[in-house]
């Protein structure tokens, strides 16, 4: 019997990530703005028609996926639990992934902002940056949701069936042979 908690965990972290990905990675406070933009590029104004890239989607993907993970780990099908193994590797790739993305954030912002610089006419060296705290607080909840993954995927693959042989019987089944050990009788 699996444990239930593990699949939690993963639904958990995952729901984690999307809300951390929809708090504001990027705000014009230091400039007397009182406008943000979160990491799906989505602004605090929503009549303004100005937004950075919208690298958060890509992480909402992946964290849907592993949400759909637990979903199917916490099936009690039998059948359910190779869909479940195989969605909990796709999932572990994903999370591992998706942290690159706040990675890369935080060593090229630019990556996220776009052309927002630009239209706001503010200098290269302006103070306005992304939030760095909320970027490493997402790259350690996507680094863990990678880890409850694997985790998930190494838990469904105990006591899989052993691979059958093209004779149709387990190589575990094969008889052994003599020994020579004991004599042989007529």
């Avoid at 890509?58 to 009690?76: H, R, Y």
């Avoid at 935080?106 to 705290?133: A, E, Q």
């Avoid at 990678?146 to 387990?170: D, F, H, K, M």
Wanted: aromatic share 6%.
């Amino acid at each position: 019997m699996h444990s239930r908690a593990l699949p939690f965990a993963v639904i958990a972290a995952a729901v984690t990530a999307i809300a951390v990905t929809a708090l504001p990675w990027f705000n014009l406070k230091k400039i007397g703005l009182d406008i943000s933009w979160n990491g799906l590029g989505i602004a605090s104004d929503p009549y303004l028609d100005l937004a950075p890239h919208g690298r958060g989607w890509l992480i909402v993907a992946a964290c849907v996926l592993a949400g759909l993970t637990g979903l199917v780990a916490l099936m009690p099908a039998p059948a359910a639990k190779p869909l479940a193994r195989m969605m909990a590797g796709a999932s572990a790739i994903g999370a591992g992934l998706a942290a690159l993305v706040p990675i890369a954030i935080w060593i090229w912002p630019s990556w996220y902002f776009g052309t927002v610089h630009d239209h706001l006419k503010l200098p290269d060296d302006s103070p306005i940056g992304v939030s760095k705290l909320i970027l490493s607080t997402l790259i350690v909840i996507l680094l863990l949701l990678a880890g409850l993954c694997a985790g998930l995927y190494v838990e469904r693959s105990e006591n899989l069936p052993l691979r059958t042989s093209s004779q149709g019987r387990s190589s575990a089944s094969r008889t052994p042979r003599r020994s020579n050990s004991s004599p042989r009788t007529k």
